[in-house]
């Protein structure tokens, strides 16, 4: 195991700052102190209560962004120390990608950018990144997290070029086709690993796909035979965490083997030469054709079973109804929104704000509130 850093590694001596100048945190470097104002933060501790697939309320043991976001950042680090990546670095990352979602997953972003189709869109990612500079309030000096550019490169994982060209130095690699650092493309593909194996694993507790079906997934199936070998007669919550852990695992090996390989074949000298390269971490051609077949019958299956059909059509009806109320009338907003509302000028973006950070039970209780005919405490 390498207990030093690859010379293409992310270097927090060496990173090109935060947005406001801070002094060198003692004990403890540049990447680790952006971990802890994540973990500190008010939207990280709201990912609890917002949900990938399943909304909050319909089980305890269904993922959360959360809990999400947390095997995201140990899929990242066992392959970072792989590859002697920044571990600080890809936890961070991995901690903060998901801060900018709206409740309800895909089904509330899709609804809010709909509703912001004509006031810039809304998505998530950006909104990321928006909330790690702009819309946390809790530091005296400053707006944001004010986070490092390594972390906030890394939270930028896709945006458009319209976007990319207003977003200053951050956005300057959408518009030059250049690559983030290592740990960046890392922490994008441990969030792979996490979401397509805990949405088997979900999706088999609720019961809307069954093992029989499974098994027509070659990924799965191959696991599974190995498991029923091992284990004969083993059955249950066994067999299937049996298989996903094995399922888990071949994908971080694949990856660390397999980029590994590209490191060697390109050898940067630094972050700044993998910045000009093709993208260095991935999968083996065979294993992203095996989860191109994961990912298609979680897609068919799962994401566009009937029932997450009826729950994301309920999620979009509340989350347009939300934004509809609040643009026909201000003053149905909180105190501290509408008096941004009035400061900042542009409404739609603060009410965008304002919806995208509840919680799932936080926008379900608020659409009561003001849509609910009986009597409901304000
Ligand atoms: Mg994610």
């Given at each position: 195991?390498?207990?030093?850093?690859?010379?293409?590694?992310?270097?927090?001596e060496?990173?090109?700052?935060?947005?406001?100048?801070?002094?060198?945190?003692?004990?403890?470097?540049?990447?680790?102190?952006?971990?802890?104002?994540?973990?500190?933060?008010?939207?990280f501790?709201?990912?609890?209560?917002?949900?990938?697939?399943?909304?909050?309320h319909?089980?305890?043991?269904?993922?959360?962004?959360?809990?999400?976001?947390?095997?995201?950042?140990?899929?990242?680090?066992?392959?970072?120390?792989n590859?002697?990546?920044?571990?600080?670095?890809?936890?961070?990352?991995?901690?903060?990608?998901?801060?900018?979602?709206?409740?309800?997953?895909?089904?509330?972003?899709?609804?809010?950018?709909?509703?912001?189709?004509?006031?810039?869109?809304?998505?998530?990612?950006?909104?990321?990144?928006?909330?790690?500079?702009?819309?946390?309030?809790?530091?005296?000096?400053?707006?944001?997290?004010?986070?490092?550019?390594?972390?906030?490169e890394?939270?930028?994982?896709?945006?458009?070029?319209?976007?990319?060209?207003r977003?200053?130095?951050?956005?300057?690699?959408?518009?030059?086709?250049?690559?983030?650092?290592?740990?960046?493309?890392?922490?994008?593909?441990?969030d792979?690993?996490?979401?397509?194996?805990?949405?088997?694993?979900?999706?088999?507790?609720?019961?809307?796909?069954?093992?029989?079906?499974?098994?027509s997934?070659?990924?799965?199936?191959?696991?599974?035979?190995?498991?029923?070998?091992?284990?004969?007669?083993?059955?249950?919550?066994?067999?299937?965490?049996?298989?996903?852990?094995?399922?888990?695992?071949?994908?971080?090996?694949?990856?660390?083997?397999?980029?590994?390989?590209?490191?060697?074949?390109?050898?940067?000298e630094?972050?700044?030469?993998?910045?000009?390269?093709?993208?260095?971490?991935?999968?083996?051609?065979?294993?992203?054709?095996?989860?191109?077949?994961?990912?298609?019958?979680?897609r068919?299956?799962?994401?566009?079973?009937?029932?997450?059909?009826?729950?994301?059509?309920?999620?979009?009806?509340?989350?347009?109804?939300?934004?509809?109320?609040?643009?026909?009338?201000?003053?149905?907003?909180?105190?501290?929104?509408?008096?941004?509302?009035?400061?900042?000028?542009?409404?739609?973006?603060?009410?965008?704000?304002y919806?995208?950070?509840?919680?799932?039970?936080?926008?379900?209780r608020?659409?009561?509130?003001?849509?609910?005919?009986?009597?409901?405490?304000?």
């Open positions: 195991m390498p207990d030093l850093l690859a010379p293409y590694a992310a270097y927090p060496k990173s090109r700052g935060r947005l406001i100048f801070e002094e060198k945190p003692q004990g403890r470097t540049e990447f680790q102190r952006d971990r802890d104002r994540i973990i500190h933060s008010s939207a501790r709201r990912l609890e209560y917002k949900t990938q697939v399943f909304v909050n319909e089980g305890d043991l269904f993922r959360t962004r959360l809990t999400h976001s947390i095997e995201v950042a140990q899929i990242g680090r066992s392959i970072a120390r590859l002697a990546l920044n571990e600080d670095l890809v936890e961070a990352i991995s901690l903060a990608h998901d801060l900018g979602h709206t409740p309800f997953g895909h089904a509330g972003q899709d609804a809010l950018n709909e509703c912001m189709k004509s006031h810039g869109g809304f998505e998530h990612n950006l909104q990321s990144l928006r909330v790690v500079d702009v819309l946390e309030e809790r530091y005296g000096a400053f707006d944001g997290l004010n986070l490092s550019f390594e972390t906030r890394g939270i930028l994982k896709h945006c458009s070029t319209r976007n990319a060209a977003l200053g130095e951050i956005g300057e690699r959408f518009l030059q086709k250049k690559q983030p650092g290592l740990e960046a493309q890392l922490a994008n593909l441990a792979e690993i996490a979401y397509n194996n805990h949405d088997v694993d979900d999706g088999l507790r609720s019961g809307l796909i069954t093992l029989e079906e499974l098994s997934v070659a990924i799965f199936s191959d696991h599974v035979k190995t498991v029923r070998k091992i284990f004969p007669g083993i059955s249950g919550r066994r067999l299937i965490h049996e298989t996903v852990r094995r399922m888990i695992n071949s994908q971080v090996i694949d990856l660390t083997i397999q980029s590994t390989r590209n490191i060697e074949a390109e050898k940067p630094n972050i700044d030469a993998v910045r000009e390269s093709s993208p260095l971490i991935a999968f083996s051609p065979e294993m992203r054709e095996a989860q191109l077949e994961l990912k298609q019958f979680l068919t299956r799962l994401y566009q079973h009937y029932r997450v059909t009826r729950m994301s059509a309920k999620a979009r009806r509340i989350v347009s109804d939300l934004f509809q109320a609040f643009t026909s009338d201000i003053r149905l907003l909180p105190a501290q929104f509408q008096e941004k509302a009035e400061g900042e000028g542009d409404i739609m973006r603060v009410i965008a704000d919806i995208a950070g509840m919680t799932d039970r936080y926008a379900i608020e659409h009561r509130r003001l849509f609910a005919v009986e009597e409901i405490p304000l």
